[in-house]
C-alpha cells in the first residue's frame, strides 16, 4: 500500500512536475490577491490568451518564447489602458475585444508558420514535459518575481484599494500600475509550461477568491492563497498520476474544489454564514419593532 502511494515519487519527472507547480501556484497565488482585490480578474485572462501571437512570432524568427510571450502580454496591457483612456469604451469591454484580436491574430499565424509547436501544450500546458533546463529557469524567474512583489506588497496594496491615497502620499501610481502589469505578464510567462494559456486563468484567480472569502486580513490572505494553490498544484501532480489525467486540469480542479468548500463553509462570508445571519436578523426585527412600540 505504502509502496504504491510513494510510487510517483520514483520518478524525477513526477517530482520536477510538483516542484513546478509549487512554484507557479506560489507566484500566481500571491499576484491573485492583487488582481482580486483590483478587480483585473479579466486582465488576467486577456494577456494569458494575448501572448499566443508573441510566441508564434518569437519561433518564427528565432527568439526564446518567453520574450515574444512576455512581449505579446504586455502590449495587450498597454493597449488597452491606451484605449481605455482615449474613448468611451469600458476597460472590460475593450479588453474583451484586444485579447481575441491578438488570441485570433496568433491562431491564423500559427497556421501559417511551420513549427514543431503544438498548440495543445501553448493552450493546455506540458507540465510532465519540462525540457532540460526549465525547471531551473521556471524557479529562478518565479522566485524573483515572487520577491519582488513581497517587497513592495504595501505599496501594491495601497494601490489596488486606494489609488487615490497612495497618489495623495507621493507615491507613483503609474509605476504601480505599469509594475503590476509586468509582474502579470511575467506570472503567465512563467506559468505557460506548467498549465499552458487557458488553465493559468484559473490559477490567477482561484487561489485569491478562496482567501478574500476566509480572511479578512490581507497577510493573511497571502497565507491561505499560497497554502491553497501550492497544495492543489502539488496534490493535482499527484492525482493525475494514479487516474491517467491531464495534470494542469487536475490542479484547477482541485483548486475550484477548495474554492466551493470555502464559499459553502468560510466562517463569516460563506453561503452558510450569510443565511444564519439573514435569520438571525430576520428573526429579531419583530422583536425590535415590539420593543419600539
Known amino acids: 500500500m505504502i509502496t504504491t502511494l510513494l510510487e510517483p515519487f520514483q520518478f524525477p519527472f513526477m517530482v520536477d512536475a510538483m516542484i513546478v507547480g509549487i512554484a ?13 482585490l483590483k478587480g483585473w480578474s479579466l486582465m488576467g485572462d486577456a494577456i494569458s490568451h494575448a501572448v499566443l501571437p508573441g510566441i508564434v512570432i518569437a519561433y ?42 491578438l488570441f ?36 529562478i524567474v518565479a522566485g524573483l518575481t515572487l520577491g519582488v512583489i513581497l517587497v513592495l506588497r504595501r505599496d501594491l ?25 509586468s509582474f502579470l505578464a511575467v506570472t503567465i510567462v512563467v506559468s505557460l509550461k506548467a498549465v499552458g494559456i487557458i488553465l493559468v486563468i484559473a490559477m ?11 480572511t479578512d486580513r490581507f497577510n493573511s490572505m497571502l497565507l491561505i492563497a499560497a497554502a ?19 495534470t494542469g486540469a487536475c490542479i484547477v480542479l482541485l483548486q ?7 464559499l459553502v463553509f468560510a466562517p463569516n462570508h460563506g453561503l452558510w454564514a450569510s443565511r444564519r445571519q439573514r435569520r438571525l436578523v430576520s428573526t429579531g426585527t419583530p422583536a425590535e419593532g415590539r420593543g419600539a412600540a
Open 24 to 36: 507557479v501556484g506560489a507566484v500566481c497565488s500571491v499576484l491573485s490577491c492583487y488582481l482580486v
Open 60 to 101: 518564427a524568427i528565432g527568439l526564446p518564447l518567453a520574450v515574444g510571450a512576455f512581449a505579446s502580454g504586455l502590449f495587450c496591457a498597454v493597449a488597452t489602458g491606451y484605449i481605455k483612456a482615449n474613448s468611451r469604451v469600458k476597460e472590460d469591454t475593450v479588453m474583451g475585444v484586444v485579447f481575441t484580436g
Open 104 to 139: 485570433a491574430f496568433g491562431l491564423v499565424i500559427f497556421t501559417k508558420v511551420r513549427s514543431d509547436l503544438h498548440l495543445d501544450h501553448i493552450l493546455f500546458g506540458n507540465i510532465l514535459g519540462l525540457a532540460p533546463g526549465d525547471l531551473r529557469d521556471t524557479l
Open 157 to 181: 496594496l495601497l494601490y489596488c484599494f486606494d489609488s487615490g491615497h497612495a497618489r495623495t502620499i507621493g507615491l507613483s501610481t503609474a509605476f504601480l500600475h505599469y509594475l503590476l502589469l
Open 204 to 214: 490567477l484567480v482561484t487561489p485569491g477568491c478562496i482567501a478574500y472569502l476566509l
Open 228 to 246: 491553497s494553490a501550492m497544495g492543489s498544484s502539488f496534490f493535482g501532480v499527484y492525482l493525475s498520476f494514479f487516474i491517467n489525467a491531464s
Open 256 to 262: 475550484a474544489a477548495v474554492f466551493l468548500t470555502a
